[in-house]
């Protein structure tokens, strides 16, 4: 069982950064896939990045080259490094967790956090 808790959301202008962390629980962290999901108003949950336990990272295309996933095993932790910001990319982030390998489908995860909510102002 592992639980996730996102924070480091909030209000930024357009071409600000902001970076999000994930916190898990569980002395298991480095054996998951992990994956950042996000989930605009009215919109279905859509994929922005994965890594792997060999930390291998897989990114969207709409946030390739502004975003940038990473883990530190030995925290627990995983983080969403987010410049450039678009209007666009405003949505409720979500952090993931695999038991499997990393996929780009929400149902691929077995474990979720509770989201931090990102407003890109233009």
């Known amino acids: 069982q592992v639980q996730l808790v996102e924070s480091g959301g909030g209000l930024v202008q357009a071409g600000g950064s902001l970076r999000l962390s994930c916190a898990a629980s569980g002395r298991t962290f480095s054996s998951y896939a992990m994956g950042w999901f996000r989930q605009a108003p009215g919109k279905e949950r859509e994929f922005v990045a994965a890594i792997n336990w060999s930390h291998g990272t897989y990114y969207a295309n709409s946030v390739k080259g502004r975003f940038t996933i990473s883990r530190d095993n030995a925290k627990s932790t995983l983080y969403l490094q987010m410049n450039s910001l678009k209007p666009e990319d405003t949505a409720v982030y979500y952090c993931?967790?695999?038991?499997?390998?990393?996929?780009?489908?929400?149902?691929?995860?077995?474990?979720w956090g509770q989201g931090t909510e990102v407003t890109v102002s233009s």
């Open positions: 993931a967790a695999s038991r499997g390998a990393w996929s780009r489908s929400w149902y691929g995860y077995d474990y």
